[in-house]
């Protein structure tokens, strides 16, 4: 299974499935959890140490990412959301207070 991000950390997350895996898959579509919502992603990019860091702090693919974390996931917190985009929370909070639009 792959996953690819490339509005944060710009990785490709990789990861080996066995038979049984594979089948339940492709005859039951039952997928593994770990690429199924972008925080997951997010979280395996950031604990394998490739964390990217902007230039500008408040660029908009941080903006939107977070908002887009929070749409997927209302009670996510702000530490989490600065963990999963390398930066601190009282950021992740001045991100949140912008408009991603």
């Known amino acids: 299974m792959i996953a690819q991000e490339e509005r ?6 990789m990861k080996r499935i066995d038979a049984r895996v594979a ?28 964390i990217a860091q902007f230039l500008d702090p408040n660029c908009h693919a941080l903006v939107a990412t977070a908002h887009d974390l929070s749409r997927e996931r209302p009670d996510i917190t702000f530490d989490e959301i600065g963990y999963l985009l390398g930066i601190i929370p ?12």
């Open 8 to 13: 944060v950390h710009d990785n490709y997350c």
């Open 23 to 50: 089948a339940g898959i492709v005859t039951d579509a039952i997928w593994p959890e770990d690429f199924l919502d972008f925080a997951s992603v997010l979280r395996l990019e950031r604990e394998s140490g490739q």
């Open 90 to 101: 009282s950021h992740a909070a001045t991100l949140m207070a912008l408009n991603p639009w």
